[in-house]
């Protein structure tokens, strides 16, 4: 009788731990859950201020955890997302540029294109070395000058590197027009959400 006694016990104190690791892993994945949709409720909101919010938001969406709620990481990150397609773009259009069929019309044009690329990519560069030293900097007007007057370089020479296809025809055009296009929209969003984190600042 003791024995079953001591077996009974050891039999209920295995399963209440096992019910209370299942509680500690459903309240952590919870916790995870509400924070995401914390986030994503933020970024949504955050967008909703931008020119293009439908894109604004599908391009930062799936980085939540980066963002959390703050308007700096927001912003920081939306820099980030432009980056990375103004990078890989450029390279489209060098592979573009190389190969057979381009009209000589389009030579000049997009050799200037992935001269403001270049150009793009130094200035967004800039901008997020900038904006990772924003938090808490006793510098903060200065650096947020800078990042806005960068990104804002990087818009137009992005622009610019478009209206060189103005009154060209044909399908590099058309190509150039859509890439283009995209990467101006995510640059113009940062911008947006850097401005907003400025006016928030205070």
Request: overall charge neutral; hydrophobic content about 40%.
């Amino acid at each position: 009788m003791e024995g079953s006694s001591v077996k009974i016990t050891s039999a209920q104190a295995f399963l209440v731990l096992i019910i209370s690791f299942n509680l500690c892993i459903s309240s952590a994945l919870a916790i995870d859950y509400g924070a995401e949709k914390a986030s994503a409720e933020f970024i949504k909101t955050s967008c909703s201020k931008t020119t293009w919010p439908s894109l604004c938001f599908t391009s930062l969406s799936s980085h939540t955890s980066a963002i959390q709620t703050s308007p700096r990481l927001l912003a920081q990150t939306s820099l980030s997302v432009a980056l990375s397609h103004v990078v890989s773009t450029s390279a489209a259009m060098l592979r573009l540029s190389k190969a057979h069929g381009m009209k000589p019309a389009e030579v000049g044009p997009m050799n200037d294109c992935l001269e403001e690329l270049t150009d793009t990519i130094d200035e967004l560069k800039r901008s997020m070395g900038e904006m990772s030293q924003l938090n808490e900097s006793p510098k903060y007007r200065l650096l947020i000058s800078d990042i806005q007057t960068w990104v804002s370089a990087a818009l137009t020479d992005e622009n610019t590197c478009m209206d060189g296809f103005a009154g060209k025809t044909g399908s590099t055009k058309n190509v150039v027009r859509g890439r283009i296009l995209n990467i101006v929209h995510l640059t113009s969003n940062a911008l947006a959400l850097i401005n907003n984190y400025n006016s928030l600042h205070g």
